[in-house]
């Protein structure tokens, strides 16, 4: 069954500041991965996310992620955050087909300014 | 276009009771699906429903937890005789079809305390 690490369930970060939240998935053939973000009291929203094709994509408020196949990992980047990122980011999986996502346990972001 | 809806948004029982969580769906969307989070988890798929049809539920409980999507009206997912290890916020999401390439949109969510 796939997995899903976030290593890091907090990371403070002062404003404008570079940010890195790590994702790594169990391995498998086929897998699509996905970066949600739950600001407080909120559903969840997607951020971005891999399918086929180019292994980096970009969101449009500033965030990308690589897929990386050989470390099995979709890390998510900003090189310059904002107090209006707080919020708890979660990555996720899927495997080929009408499989359910799995999630990560999440990684809360705090801001400061 | 409004998002995905749930209701209530949260939601106090007792041991014993049961509780009923709706979703009403984005407008065009057939797919329903429901996860569980429970406090410092990640969220956990329950049960992926389309219209009048359970798709797959092998996330779902075995006893007491059960869901469904009529042909009219809102996705439910009861809980019947809740225990307090019920407790935690249940997301409903939905999207278009069934593939990988249609988003799954996420509502707020519904906070079930069970004292």
């Known amino acids: 069954a796939q997995s899903v690490t976030q290593l890091d369930s907090q990371v403070p970060v002062f404003e404008e500041a570079p940010v890195e939240l790590r994702c790594n998935y169990s391995?498998?053939?086929?897998?699509?991965l996905f970066w949600y973000v739950q600001y407080p009291n909120q559903g969840l929203q997607l951020l971005l996310k891999?399918?086929?094709?180019?292994?980096l994509v970009e969101s449009i408020n500033g965030f990308e992620a690589e897929f990386n196949k050989s470390q099995t990992s979709f890390h998510l980047r900003k090189p310059s955050v904002h107090i209006s990122d707080t919020a708890e980011y979660f990555c996720a999986v899927s495997s080929s087909g009408n499989t359910p996502l799995v999630f990560g346990k999440g990684t809360r972001l705090s801001v400061i300014a | 276009n409004a998002g995905v809806m749930q209701n209530p948004r949260h939601l106090v029982r007792r041991r014993g009771q049961e509780a009923r969580l709706r979703c009403s769906p984005m407008?065009?969307?057939?797919?329903v699906y429901w996860y569980r989070q429970l406090p410092e988890e990640g969220l956990k798929f329950m049960v992926y429903?389309?219209?009048?049809?359970?798709?797959?539920e092998s996330g779902m409980p075995k006893e007491r937890f059960s869901a469904e999507f009529p042909k009219e009206g809102p996705s439910i997912l009861r809980i019947q005789q809740v225990v307090r290890g019920d407790s935690a916020a249940y997301f409903c999401?939905?999207?278009?079809?069934?593939?990988?390439?249609?988003?799954?949109?996420f509502g707020p969510g519904t906070r079930l305390t069970v004292l």
């Open positions: 407008k065009g969307h057939s797919h």
């Open positions: 999401a939905s999207s278009p079809g069934g593939s990988l390439r249609d988003t799954q949109y």
């Open positions: 429903l389309q219209k009048e049809n359970i798709i797959d």
């Open positions: 891999y399918l086929s094709g180019s292994t």
């Open positions: 391995s498998s053939v086929s897998v699509y």
